[in-house]
């Protein structure tokens, strides 16, 4: 266990460097962040009315951490201070992770599952959204600990853990609201144990009574900023925002891009020579292919679409990629109908036009361990070889982010 400590305190003193040195391996996280410091000295100025007049910031992202963030512009905090300080409030997210993790997979050497949650330190979404503060990252440590608590109540039938879930994902949509989706998923899983009881009733209470605040608050708006995306609207035809083709393609290929590790580990196993699932993942391809438009220049669409047109200026690799992607999809699908609920949501949850990795980033690492069922083989996933092969893949990536 100490030598696994001394790694992950290396990690997070990489992360240090970074932060001295203003890394944004996304390469996007500085601009945002800059973007939004007219709309924190407003908030320090006039906080009530800058909330109410929000929508006039051509911002996608929820007034509630830039609230909290001028709460020390009032205070006259530095600016690197304040980020200082988001960096090791993200510490929270490893924390959550390590310990979600040990209620998931119990009698596995705990070794192995700290070096799991030390990935986290790996991930350049991470590293980005900690040093340069975003909702996105403060949203995903509230979502985190509301399957922290899922799982609490799936291992101890305790309903208070059930009303703790409840709290830290209404808390997680509040921060960042693509999480929001999510809600449907637990309601699902809490209706199932309760039916019509009395306790499924007191959930569906506090749910209304949680979400009742924010949608007062975005129907009193002129514009309801969810929708607002970093492309000019006018660059984009109407349809193009419901082109389901891009989000199926895009986020399909990206959960492959997380599926990889585990299956070079062979911790899950997927028969890609299934004749009927090619056949099919061709054709569904095919079609998908047919109506893309995502467009290179707006920025976004996973490492995959960008290999592909850095490559060979086309989306033929990454359409090819998005053949075994989506046999990957299918298999789960077919193991349990849960996956796909999970993938919708997750499509769900980017209802504006860019999709960017970020999104998913460590987010799908999370899920896949804690909420998917993928049918892990423990013993192959936590062992010595493939914690190296992880660390390798990760590290890979964040290499590759800094030098894109």
């Known amino acids: ?9 290396l990690l997070y003193a990489l992360l240090l460097i970074g932060f001295f040195f203003n890394a944004d391996p996304n390469g996007g996280a500085f601009i945002d962040y800059k973007n939004h410091i007219v709309l924190l000295n407003d908030l320090k100025i006039n906080l009530i009315n800058t909330i109410f007049d929000y929508d006039k910031y051509s911002t996608r992202h929820s007034p509630v951490l830039y609230i909290f963030i001028s709460f020390f512009y ?4 530095s600016d690197q201070l304040i980020r200082f300080i988001s960096v090791h409030l993200c510490l929270f997210l490893p924390l959550i992770f390590y310990k979600s993790l040990l209620l998931k997979y119990k009698n596995i050497n705990k070794n192995y599952v700290f070096l799991f949650a030390g990935l986290i330190f ?28 899922f799982l609490k109540f799936e291992n101890e039938d305790h309903f208070k853990n059930a009303i703790k879930c409840i709290f830290a994902y209404a808390v997680a949509s509040y921060i960042s609201p693509n999480f929001a989706v999510f809600a449907i998923y637990f309601f699902y ?14 959930i569906i209470i506090i749910n209304i009574a949680l979400s009742v605040p924010a949608i007062i608050y975005l129907f009193s708006l002129d514009t309801i900023f969810l929708f607002t995306t970093a492309v000019p609207s006018k660059s984009i035809e109407n ?9 199926i393609l895009i986020i399909s290929s990206l959960i492959f891009f997380y599926a990889i590790p585990f299956l070079l580990t062979k911790s899950i196993t997927i028969n890609f020579k299934n004749l009927k699932l090619v056949i099919i993942s061709v054709f569904i391809t095919f079609f998908l292919a047919i109506n893309f438009n995502y467009n290179f220049d707006y920025t976004g669409g996973g490492i995959f679409y960008k290999i592909s047109y850095f490559l060979f200026k086309n989306n033929f690799l990454f359409f090819i990629i998005c053949i075994f992607a989506l046999i990957f999809n299918l298999s789960l ?33 999370i899920l896949f361990t804690l909420i998917f069922n993928l049918n892990l083989n423990t013993k192959k996933l936590f062992n010595y070889k493939s914690v190296i092969i992880f660390y390798v893949y990760a590290s890979l990536f964040l290499i590759f982010n800094f030098v894109k």
């Open 239 to 247: 349809l193009d925002f419901l082109n389901i083709s891009n989000k």
């Open 333 to 365: 699908f077919k193991n349990d109908r849960k996956n796909l609920f999970l993938v919708i949501l997750l499509i769900l949850s980017n209802p504006q036009y860019t999709i960017y990795h970020k999104y998913y980033d460590p987010f799908l690492l």
């Open 122 to 149: 790996l991930s350049p979404s991470f590293w980005s959204l900690s040093i340069w503060p975003d909702s996105r990252i403060f949203g995903l440590i509230f979502f985190c600990l509301s399957i922290f608590y």
């Open 189 to 202: 899983y809490f209706y199932k144990k309760f039916n019509f009881s009395k306790k499924i009733f007191y």
């Open 1 to 9: 266990m100490f030598k696994s400590i001394y790694l992950v305190f």
């Open 74 to 77: 009032k205070l006259n905090f």
